[in-house]
């Protein structure tokens, strides 16, 4: 009769066993499935933010662009008024510009 009552158990244990392990498979893909899920959701949140860096970058590039022609336009206009100076004056602009060798010969040598 022990004998028998351990084939019982057994035999019970046995299909315990697969419906729990049906149930694990179950649970695995679930999970698995939640995980892209969250996956796709977390791809999705990143697109996003890099979207939005991507916008502000391209904002921050355009600011500075804008920025660099009018520092370029500034260069051109001052090295225009520049010209027309040493035009009108051409002996003060070599003066000007062997007093400035001399300072900075002198600076240099110290």
């Not at 999970?31 to 697109?47: F, L, N």
């Given at each position: 009769?022990t004998?028998?009552k351990?084939q019982d158990t057994?035999?019970?244990?046995g299909?315990e066993?697969?419906?729990l392990?049906?149930?694990?498979?179950?649970l695995?893909s679930a999970?698995?499935?939640?995980?892209?899920?969250?996956?796709?959701?977390?791809?999705?949140?990143?697109?996003e933010?890099?979207?939005?860096?991507?916008?502000r970058?391209t904002?921050?590039?355009?600011e500075?662009?804008?920025?660099?022609?009018a520092a370029k336009?500034?260069a051109?206009e001052g090295?225009a008024?520049?010209?027309?100076a040493?035009?009108?004056?051409p002996?003060?602009?070599?003066?000007?510009?062997?007093?400035?060798?001399?300072?900075?010969a002198?600076?240099?040598?110290?």
């Open positions: 009769m004998a028998r351990t057994n035999g019970s244990l299909t066993s697969a419906a392990r049906e149930e694990l498979e179950r695995a999970i698995e499935r939640a995980a892209k899920s969250e996956g796709a959701e977390a791809m999705k949140a990143a697109g933010a890099a979207r939005e860096i991507l916008a970058a904002t921050m590039v355009d500075l662009a804008g920025k660099a022609d336009a500034m051109g090295r008024q520049l010209e027309a040493i035009r009108d004056k002996l003060a602009a070599v003066a000007i510009a062997a007093l400035a060798g001399f300072v900075l002198a600076l240099v040598r110290r």
